[in-house]
């Protein structure tokens, strides 16, 4: 008896799409006695990789190494990836995207999988943005010259940045307003951030978390690598602060944490052109600028303790106003409320382990969701192979007989993907298949090409890659095809 073939829609084309798409294609083999599969992953960025090209730090050129894995997964001729394709009803603010609708998927899929991701910054009702309030997604994505093309700052009229948050992203972006620009010239930055970064004025970072160092979200890594940075010093902290009292449980990280803490960073405070601080037990309240000097904001905060019961920072009498010229927000992420099956009560995807579930409670037969989208956003790589790789087993336990089926007892199941048998294996939606014809929709073999020529425009100026935007790309493949 012949099985059934797998055709799988992937939507989003970053690392947890990659893994469910590797896995899969490792485990079902190229023979007669296997299903017929496809994987086809589509991305509404014309360049996949997704957060590993437009997420991570461009010092920190040791996390992409995955993408040796993705380019050896994308050289399976079962599978094809189709970039600057929007999936969905999600909005998007790229003007050059085409749109696809989930009927289409649903029409010519047996399978599909959503691995969009948290992509929206999680805002404070009591700092909405303007000139002088940014979400640190904006900075990230200004950085990485992500399509949604975010306006650079204007670091040469800032002297002080506030970043509410202490998780990586927070260090991510204090250490890339204070690493010299001679250091980061020799990473994957491009010219006209790297032209920004020279002009810049920042003398001093406030890196303010609402809880204490115990409580803090950013790594020891991370931690270190701002400890380290060449021409910058941090404000000393408050022995109290970081001296926990005897009856307290420290883990070993945590004391990691805090021996750094008391050491302070390389260079002793006061000797160094920058510095930073890191601001514990403080929660923002307001943010006020006085019409007599509108380059300057006086950010209101409120002085906090942990409630020792349930580890929530609560508010005390005290307050300080801080002045400074830019307030960063670094609070997490969550899905597009306009996403398909998105819960706002959850901020991400409906769902049961990797299984969409609908409103009414019923699970979508054949419809899944990994990494982020799936759970939140939180985890590090690791982490989300590990779910990836979970949600693909999920996915062959339904479709071959001799692999045990992840299935919730008592769960009812509703039908909407395509389950004819003839399915046309190597057939692609007729919107996808114009984008094509136009050349506004990307393979992978294009990404390899730009990729490329990325790293070779990079090694003339000795650095890691000069990246290109979507125009230049084009530009550069229509040239090519000529």
């Keep these: 008896m012949a099985l059934k073939p797998l055709k799988l829609a992937v939507i989003g084309a970053g690392p947890s799409a990659f893994y469910v798409a590797s896995r899969i294609l490792s485990l079902v083999p190229h023979a007669a006695t296997s299903p017929p599969v496809r994987v086809h992953l589509f991305d509404r960025l014309w360049a996949p990789h997704g957060l590993v090209r437009y ?14 894995k993705f380019d050896a997964t994308a050289t399976d001729p079962r599978f094809r990836f189709f970039g600057n394709i929007n999936v969905g009803d999600a909005i998007t603010p790229i003007p050059h995207i085409k749109n696809l ?11 599909a999988l959503f691995a969009t991701g948290c992509t929206l910054p999680t805002l404070h009702s009591s700092l909405p943005p303007s000139t002088h309030c940014i979400p640190a997604l904006s900075l990230v994505h200004w950085y990485t010259q992500h399509p949604n093309k975010p306006p650079p700052p204007a670091l040469d009229k800032l002297s002080h940045v506030s970043i509410i948050g202490n998780g990586n992203v927070s260090l991510d972006v204090a250490r890339m307003l204070l690493t010299p620009v001679s250091t980061l010239s020799q990473y994957d930055v491009p010219k006209s951030v790297l032209d920004v970064l020279f002009r810049s004025t920042v003398k001093h970072i406030s890196i303010i978390a609402r809880r204490g160092p115990l409580e803090a979200a950013f790594t020891t890594k991370e931690l270190r690598e701002l400890i380290n940075l060449p021409d910058s010093s941090m404000v000393p902290i408050d022995p109290t602060i970081i001296t926990p009292s005897p009856e307290m449980k420290v883990t070993r990280p945590q004391t990691r944490t805090l021996q750094l803490l008391r050491t302070g960073s390389k260079n002793p405070f006061g000797t160094t052109p920058k510095t930073w601080s890191l601001d514990f037990y403080r929660s923002p309240t307001g943010l006020t600028v006085s019409p007599d000097d509108p380059s300057t904001a006086h950010l209101s905060l409120a002085h906090t303790i942990v409630d020792p019961k349930t580890q929530r920072a609560i508010a005390t009498s005290e307050t300080t ?12 992420f969550h899905s597009e409320p306009t996403s398909s099956f998105y819960d706002p009560s959850l901020g991400h995807l409906r769902t049961l382990g990797p299984r969409i579930i609908s409103t009414s409670g019923t699970a979508l037969k054949n419809l899944y969701a990994s990494g982020w989208a799936a759970t939140g956003a939180k985890g590090v790589l690791a982490s989300t192979m590990l779910n990836a790789y979970d949600a693909a087993d999920c996915i062959l336990g339904d479709v071959l007989p001799d692999r045990e089926r992840v299935e919730p007892k008592e769960l009812m199941y509703e039908s909407v993907m395509n389950e004819d048998e003839s399915i046309d294996l190597d057939g692609v939606p007729r919107e996808v298949e114009e984008g094509i014809e136009e050349g506004a929709v990307t393979g992978y073999e294009d990404w390899k090409k730009v990729d490329e020529e990325e790293i070779r425009r990079g090694q003339v100026v000795g650095k890691e890659r000069e990246r290109m935007g979507w125009e230049e790309a084009k530009a550069f493949l229509t040239t090519l095809r000529l």
């Design 101 to 111: 609708p989930l009927t289409s998927i649903f029409k010519n899929y047996s399978h």
């Design 55 to 68: 997420g991570v730090a461009p010092d920190h050129p040791e996390v992409k190494n995955c993408t040796h």
């Design 321 to 332: 106003t801080l002045p400074t010229s830019l307030v960063v927000t670094s609070l997490g």
